[in-house]
């Protein structure tokens, strides 16, 4: 792709879709089967304000390579303020009067692989946000959630009403909520077509969206954003989620009784955190989220640049660790926690263990260095440093051996400084990372999901 478009928050697009309908404003037919984490699929925001439930207006929004989409639900109504945006083909659609919903509040809820987590923010004018409420639950049974689809909705019931009953510091006073999905499970592909007006456009990215995503029509959400125009072309990016992923969370929080007011994917949480809370924010950076079962890794310039999923995560080390030393998988963790890639007598036995899944990981990093900076030679951007966050990002010698993999400094995120937990209790130090992804969804202003 060409150059970006200069840096800035989350612009409002829109396709309509009637909730339970067919016709999909700006929605493409696509052929074939879902990826899964080994298709490196970017993933990005999709956003949601509570509706009938029956007759429902969607919108996306999708922070990918060179700029961000948002998507929104709306209610299709001819209330005062609130427009129906169904049936307008191949336009973006804003909506401007939301203003009665922007001192509303809002919690986070990062639905993970285990266990669930939430986080509610007071945002105060000139002060740093104050925390309310945060916790997380037991873990609960992995098939609970599959291929980032809410398997067994019962299953997270449970635990959230367990987490709200027993494990909840301080309060959640709100059932409005901003709800995480997978980055791995979105669909999107930057592309470069010849200058057209809006219908022949949307003609054209319907055509192109069926080479490029292996999946059914029926089965995704699509819509796409205009970066730039220019003699060259036109510069877009195309963005496709899988209903059967959105649909699942949305029903789940309805079940509960929960408002959804948005639904993001988790890397881009994280990077509102560290956009909002961490001084460096500036500079290219690397950032890492370290998960249970997978690393997912993002390129950000000011915004999120492009991103993608390495196969692999701290459950894994833990069992490659309890195959190489012949141990339980408690006994493993143990030597993880303790050890890690750090100088021990431990030391050669951890690193044959992990070095297939350590090399993976390091090509997957130079690859998106490389893509990056070939595609920012003309302002002479580098990346300058590795942001590390997620429940494996704490393993003892994981920064060090990444600067020294990579040439480039490597740290964890720290936004703490930057909240505030009043009069309640903060997690360890060491706990505090598993809540970078909430505090990002609870961050989340309103005028990102209906300006």
């Known amino acids: 792709m060409g150059p970006q478009p200069s840096p800035e928050a989350p612009r409002l697009l829109t396709f309509a879709k009637e909730h339970g309908g067919n016709d999909d404003t700006r929605h493409s037919d696509l052929d074939g089967a879902q990826g899964a984490g080994e298709q490196n699929t970017r ?73 669930i987590k939430v986080m509610q923010l007071e945002t105060r004018h000139d002060k740093k ?5 945060y916790g997380i639950s037991d873990y609960y049974p992995q098939d609970a959630v599959a291929n ?19 494990r909840l510091t301080g309060s959640i006073t709100t059932r409005r909520v901003a709800c995480t999905v997978p980055t791995t499970h979105i669909f ?65 929080l309805q079940s509960m009784n929960l408002y959804p007011v948005a639904i993001e994917p988790t890397m881009n949480a994280a990077a509102r955190l560290f956009r909002v809370a961490d001084p460096s924010h500036s500079q290219p950076s690397l950032l890492i ?8 890794i993002a390129v950000f310039d000011q915004t999120m640049f492009v991103n993608s999923t390495v196969p692999g995560g701290s459950e894994t080390i833990t069992k490659l660790l309890a195959q190489e030393f012949r141990s339980s998988l408690s006994e493993a963790y143990v030597i993880k926690s303790q050890h890690g890639l750090t100088a021990s007598a431990q030391l050669p036995k951890i690193k044959a263990a992990l070095q297939p899944m350590l090399d993976n990981l390091i090509r997957e990093i ?46 964890p995120l720290k936004p703490w400084t930057k909240i505030d937990f009043g009069h309640l209790e903060p997690p360890t130090e060491l706990a505090s990372t598993i809540y970078i992804t909430v505090a990002g969804l609870a961050i989340l202003e309103p005028k990102e999901i209906f300006a």
């Open 188 to 252: 999107s592909r930057p592309m470069t077509l010849p200058l057209m007006n809006d219908a022949a456009l949307a003609e054209a990215v319907h055509l192109e969206a069926e080479q490029y995503i292996p999946m059914p029509a029926d089965k995704l959400y699509l819509d796409y954003e205009v970066l730039r125009r220019g003699e060259q072309g036109v510069e877009l990016l195309m963005v496709a989620a899988p209903k059967a992923i959105i649909d699942s969370h949305v029903n789940f």
């Open 43 to 115: 993933a990005r925001q999709l956003s949601t304000m509570p509706g009938s439930g029956e007759n429902r207006t969607e919108t996306y929004n999708q922070y990918v390579e060179g700029g961000s989409k948002l998507l929104t639900l709306q209610p299709a109504s001819s209330a005062a303020g609130v427009t129906s945006l169904a049936g307008q083909k191949g336009s973006t659609v804003r909506s401007p009067h939301f203003n009665f919903y922007h001192d509303e509040p809002l919690f986070g809820l990062d639905i993970g692989h285990a266990n």
């Open 366 to 411: 130079r690859k998106m260095i490389r893509y990056y900076e070939e595609r920012s030679a003309h302002k002479h951007s580098r990346i300058a440093q590795i942001i590390l966050f997620g429940g494996g990002a704490i393993m003892p010698g994981l920064n060090d051996y990444l600067s020294r993999e990579l040439k480039i400094p490597a740290r």
């Open 289 to 296: 989220d370290f998960g249970s079962i997978a690393v997912d």
């Open 129 to 133: 946000p104050e925390v309310l409420g």
């Open 148 to 166: 980032g689809v809410i398997m067994k909705p019962d299953v997270l019931a449970s635990a959230l009403h367990e987490l709200f009953e027993r």
